[in-house]
Structures are given as structure tokens and as C-alpha cells.
């Protein structure tokens, strides 16, 4: 699933931080939902379900928890049947688009696992207009090949919606989604369904594919540089999906997927003058540089990476891989400067002490060296 962050900007140009995703759930987005659910089953009482929704933990509760608890108050709010129930949220989600309104397939996921059918069409309703790919979990585990004979049907389906449920809703490793650890110590089960969609004409489709097959390569290597061999060369969209499958194992430097993509051992490539700076303030960056070179043939096709060894809370590193520059190279050498920033960011929180940063070519580590991450400047006053 793609979350998209806007950042705000000042007139004076300072970027702000993004506003968090949980607040979406809004006083307005509350109200127009209340306004349709009214439309839709007149007994709605909206005073009601706007005091369950925003109790004395509203507040507290992150994007998730959020999403689940709108889910809740409804069922308090909604005909005890559920079929019944259902059917009311299944008039009203046309009006509500984008994946904060996936607490309807939400109250699938808490409600409907003993009404298999009937919660499978409104799975397969809801996902046009917020993805089901949560919701469809907790029953690939309960009803086991006989969900997965579903999510192979709607592979085939003339809805773009349902054919990408049926890649994302089995990933073994969902981002936020319940974990499936049956499909990464065997994602047999999946692979038919990946094959269906390996060539689909959605790019949105293809993109879950790839996705899928990346969780793949996580736990099974091995499967998925079988199919990266299988399918590479016969589409150039299934072209694209494969490369993009294959990141871990690229950046992992594993060798069958480097060869097939071109990516030569190194050996003729020697690194020249490396250079980094020895001392950076917190909140400002660490600059490096080095010259590529090769003596008696041309550079080649290279995939040239950096990585940065984090120092942790705990005193030990981290490493974490960066991507730099991807292309052939006709020439006998070649420049880099690059600077990495040590600026505040909610997905990484940074510490003071020793860090590292080498230099990575199509998956050997030719260069390297040490830098002092320090406390930050304080302002003068």
C-alpha cells in the first residue's frame, strides 16, 4: 500500500513537518460520514456515533487504532445483523475513496468471519474504494486454500481493484497488516496467482506483484531468482516488475541476481582518492567523495551504492544501503561527491558516536572509512 506525504511550506520557504496520517480522521471526515449513513439507514443516530468515535482515547490512538475503532462504533451504531449491516456500509463506501476509509473493510475483518460469503462480496466491494488488503488476512488464515481459490479468481477479475487485492492481500509481509508466516515458510500458494498477474496491462497491479515477490525474496531467495530467470526478457513491463522485485537481492549483492542484470564482479575497478569528513553536527550532513577507475577496460555497467553505518541507542551499527547511481559506463573513470544529511526525520532517530560509510559497487564493498556524529550546534545567542 502507497501512502502519500504532502509537505507544508512557509512563506518564508521552512519546511514543516508532515501533518500525521491519523489526523485525517477528522471532525469534517466524521460528519460526512454520518451524513451518508443517514441517507442510507435512517435510524442512524450521528450524535451517537460522533461521541463513540471521539471518547476521552481519541487522542491517543494512532492511524490503526483509529481505523479500528471507527469500525467498532459503527457495529454500535448499525442493525445487530450483519449481513444487514454490511449491506448499509456497502451503499455508503461508493462516496468515501482512499485508503483512510479502510475501516469498511475493517468491519468485515471484526464481524464477518463466520459469514464467509457474504463477507467475501463486500470484501471484493470495498476494495475499489479502500483496500481490502488488511481485511482479507485474518481469512486467507481461517479458510485457508479456500481464500486463496478466491484470491486466484480475482486475478482474473475485470476489475484492476480486485486483481491487485489478490497480490497484496497474500504478501507474507504486509506493512502493517497481520503477518502470514505460513507463506514465508512457503509461498507456494501465492506463486500461481503472481503468475497470472506478471504481464497485467495496470501498472498498479504489476507494482503489488513486484512487491509480493520482494516479501518473497526476504525468506526464499532462491524462488525468486528462479523467477527472475524465468520471466526477465519476455515483456518489458514484466521486465520492469522484476527489477524492482529483485531490490533486496541487489542490494544484498546476490550473485545470480547481479549476473542477470549485468552486473559484473568489480574486479578492474579500483577506488581513488576517498575522502570523507571526519566531523558532522547533528542536523547537518557528512559529505564523501571518491573517483571510480579502471586501468585497462571500460568501467562497465555498475550499481554503485553507499552505505551508512548508523551508530545505535545500543552502541552497536546499523547499516543501511543507499542507492547512488545506476548506468554504463563507456569511460575509464568517474567521480562522485556526495553528502548525506543528518537532519531531524520521524523514520530514523539518529546518536552521537562513531559512524561509518563505505562505498558499494555491483555488490562489493571497495571503499570506506570513519566519521564523529556530534551533538548539534547550539545558536549563538
Not at 497481520?178 to 507494482?207: H, N
Not at 574486479?267 to 571518491?290: L, Y
Not at 537532519?343 to 571503499?367: D, M, P, Q
Request: glycine residues 6%; aromatic residues 10%.
Amino acid at each position: 500500500m502507497s501512502l502519500i506525504l504532502r509537505l507544508s511550506y512557509t512563506t518564508k520557504l521552512t519546511v514543516k513537518m508532515p501533518e500525521p496520517l491519523k489526523n485525517l480522521y477528522s471532525k469534517q471526515l466524521l460528519q460526512a460520514l454520518c451524513k451518508e449513513m443517514q441517507r442510507s439507514y435512517g435510524a442512524f443516530e450521528a450524535g451517537r456515533f460522533m461521541e463513540l468515535v471521539l471518547d476521552d482515547s481519541w487522542a491517543q490512538r494512532e492511524l490503526k487504532q483509529r481505523m479500528e475503532h471507527i469500525s467498532k462504533s459503527l457495529h454500535k451504531c448499525l442493525p445487530s445483523e450483519y449481513p444487514e449491516a454490511v449491506d448499509i456500509l456497502q451503499r455508503v463506501a461508493p462516496k468515501f475513496v482512499g485508503f483512510e476509509y479502510m475501516f469498511f473493510p475493517g468491519f468485515v475483518e471484526l464481524y464477518g468471519m463466520d459469514d464467509y460469503e457474504v463477507s467475501i462480496t463486500a470484501l471484493a466491494n470495498f476494495t475499489e474504494y479502500a483496500s481490502s488488503e488488511f481485511a482479507v488476512r485474518p481469512f486467507i488464515k481461517i479458510y485457508g486454500s479456500r481464500m486463496m481459490t478466491q484470491m486466484s479468481a480475482w486475478a482474473v477479475s475485470d476489475n484492476l481493484h480486485m486483481r491487485r487485492l489478490a497480490s497484496e492481500g497474500c504478501r507474507p509481509r504486509l506493512p502493517w497488516a497481520m503477518a502470514l508466516p505460513e507463506f514465508k515458510q512457503d509461498p507456494g500458494p501465492i506463486l500461481p496467482i503472481l503468475e497470472k498477474l506478471k504481464a497485467d496491462g495496470s501498472e498498479y497491479v504489476r507494482r503489488s506483484v513486484a512487491n509480493n515477490l520482494n516479501d518473497i525474496a526476504k525468506d526464499n531467495p532462491g524462488t525468486v531468482v528462479n523467477i527472475a530467470g524465468r520471466w526477465l526478457g519476455n515483456n518489458p513491463h514484466t521486465d520492469r516488475l522484476v527489477k524492482h522485485a529483485c531490490r533486496t537481492l541487489l542490494k544484498r549483492g546476490q550473485p545470480e541476481i547481479m549476473r542477470l542484470f549485468g552486473f559484473v564482479n568489480p574486479a578492474h575497478i579500483t577506488i581513488k582518492d576517498f575522502a570523507v569528513q571526519e566531523v558532522v553536527n547533528m542536523g547537518r550532513g557528512v559529505s564523501f567523495s571518491f573517483t571510480l577507475r579502471s586501468a585497462k577496460q571500460p568501467l562497465g555497467k555498475l550499481r554503485i551504492e553507499y552505505a551508512i553505518d548508523f551508530m545505535k541507542k545500543n552502541g552497536k551499527p546499523s547499516r543501511k544501503l543507499f542507492m547512488l547511481s545506476e548506468s554504463q559506463n563507456t569511460g575509464y573513470e568517474k567521480p562522485f561527491h556526495k553528502m548525506y544529511s543528518f537532519r531531524k526525520i520521524s523514520t530514523r532517530k539518529y546518536y552521537t558516536g562513531t559512524h561509518g560509510v563505505a562505498v558499494i559497487v555491483n555488490g562489493h564493498e571497495l571503499a570506506g572509512g570513519l566519521f564523529e556524529l556530534q551533538a548539534p550546534v547550539e545558536p549563538s545567542s
